[in-house]
C-alpha cells in the first residue's frame, strides 16, 4: 500500500503483491487467459477450498478497485487458512484502502504475528500509521522495513512522503533520492519530489522533477497540473497556460486543473476565462470555499455582476463563516445587497 497526500494538492495508498498459483498450472494457463482475474477465478471454481487461489483473486479484485469482493476472497482465504500471513496483510491493505484504519492494523499486525520477516507487512503499517497523523510511528515501521528488505524502492518513497508532512523536507529529499536510486523510472517519486521543491519555492528544482515525471509518463495529469501552479506562483503564467492545457486533456484532477486555470487567467486579466473555468471547478467540487471567494470578487470587481457576486459571496460565507476574510465578505454582502434593492 503506498500513501497519498504529501506536499501537494493531491496524493495514495496502494499495494502491489504478484503471487503465482502454482507456478506450473499457472505458466500453461498464462496462454489461454486473457487477465489475472479470469486465471483465478477458475482457480478458485476449480479449488474452492484452498486458501491461496481466493487470496490471488482477491489482488485481482483489489488491483480493479472491487473492494468489497477483495474483502470476501481474502477473508474466504483466511477462513480456510487463519494463519495465512499474506492475506492478513493483503486484508489490512484493504482496510486501509477504505478508511478502516484500526481494523488495516489489526489485520497487518496479525501477518507480522505470523511471519516476523514480512517487510512488505511492515511497510504497510507505516502506510496505515501515516494515514491515522502517527507518524514517528510510521517512520519506525518503515524503519524495520527496511532493515528487512533495504532495496524496496516503495519504502524510501514512503518515507519520503511521512518526512514531507512532517516539515522534514532535507530528510524527505534523501528518501526520495534513494527510491530514485533503486527505481530510477518511477514518475510519482518525481511528482513528490517537485511537489517538496515547489512547497519551498525553489520553482526551478520543482519544475525540472515535473518534467521528469512527465517524459516517463506522457499522460500524466497530475504532474502536469502541479507544474502548471508551481509556474502561476513563480508568475509565468503564460507558460502555465499551455502546461495546464495538457492536464486539461485528461480526465482526471478536473477541479485542481480548472481551478489552476482559474488562476492563471485571473492573473493574465482574463477575467471573463478565469470565471469559465473556476465555474468549471464548481462543477467538480461545490463545495469549494476558495473558488466561490474568487467569483464572488471577479463578479464584483471586474464583471460587473452583482448579482452573480452576491451569491458567491453568501456561499463562501456559509462553506467558512470563520475564515478570515469573513468580515470582508459580509461587508460586500452588505454593500452589493443594499445597491440590488
Request: charged share 15%; glycine share 6%.
Amino acid at each position: 500500500m503506498t500513501q497519498s497526500k504529501t506536499v501537494v494538492s493531491t496524493f495514495t495508498f496502494v499495494l502491489w503483491i504478484m503471487l503465482g498459483c502454482y507456478a506450473f498450472t499457472a505458466f500453461q494457463r498464462n496462454t489461454f487467459w486473457k487477465d489475472n482475474l479470469t486465471l483465478w477465478s477458475d482457480c478458485v471454481k476449480k479449488s474452492p477450498h484452498k486458501a491461496r487461489p481466493h487470496n490471488n483473486l482477491g489482488n485481482a479484485y483489489r488491483d480493479r478497485m472491487h473492494y468489497e469482493k477483495a474483502t470476501y476472497h481474502y477473508q474466504q482465504a483466511l477462513g480456510i487458512w487463519p494463519d495465512y500471513a499474506l492475506a492478513h496483510n493483503n486484508l489490512g491493505v484493504i482496510y486501509g484502502l477504505t478508511g478502516n484504519y484500526t481494523q488495516a492494523l489489526r489485520e497487518i499486525e496479525r501477518a507480522i504475528q505470523l511471519n516476523p520477516q514480512f517487510s512488505q507487512a511492515y511497510n504497510n503499517l507505516g502506510n496505515t500509521y501515516k494515514a491515522l497523523g502517527h507518524y514517528d510511528k510510521a517512520l519506525d515501521s518503515y524503519q524495520r522495513a527496511l532493515s528487512l528488505n533495504p532495496n524496496h524502492s516503495d519504502i524510501y518513497f514512503n518515507m519520503g512522503n511521512t518526512y514531507a508532512a512532517l516539515g522534514s523536507y532535507s530528510q524527505a529529499q534523501e528518501a526520495y533520492f534513494a527510491s530514485l536510486s533503486l527505481e530510477p523510472n518511477a514518475p510519482r517519486v518525481y511528482l513528490n519530489l517537485g511537489n517538496l521543491y515547489s512547497h519551498q519555492k525553489q520553482w526551478e528544482k520543482a519544475i525540472a522533477a515535473y518534467k521528469n515525471a512527465v517524459s516517463l509518463k506522457p499522460d500524466y495529469t497530475e504532474a502536469y497540473n502541479n507544474w502548471g501552479a508551481t509556474l502561476n506562483k513563480a508568475g509565468r503564467h503564460e507558460e502555465a497556460l499551455h502546461v495546464l492545457s495538457q492536464a486539461h486533456k485528461g480526465n482526471t484532477y478536473l477541479f485542481e486543473t480548472n481551478s489552476n486555470l482559474g488562476d492563471t487567467f485571473k492573473a493574465l486579466g482574463n477575467y471573463e476565462k478565469a470565471a469559465v473555468y473556476y465555474q468549471q471547478a464548481l462543477r467538480y467540487n461545490p463545495q469549494s470555499f476558495t473558488i466561490h471567494l474568487q467569483l464572488a470578487a471577479i463578479y464584483r470587481e471586474h464583471l460587473s455582476d452583482k448579482q452573480k457576486a452576491l451569491y458567491h459571496a453568501q456561499r463562501a460565507l456559509e462553506l467558512n463563516p470563520g475564515d478570515a476574510t469573513a468580515a470582508i465578505l459580509k461587508q460586500s454582502q452588505k454593500e452589493l445587497t443594499g445597491k440590488t434593492n
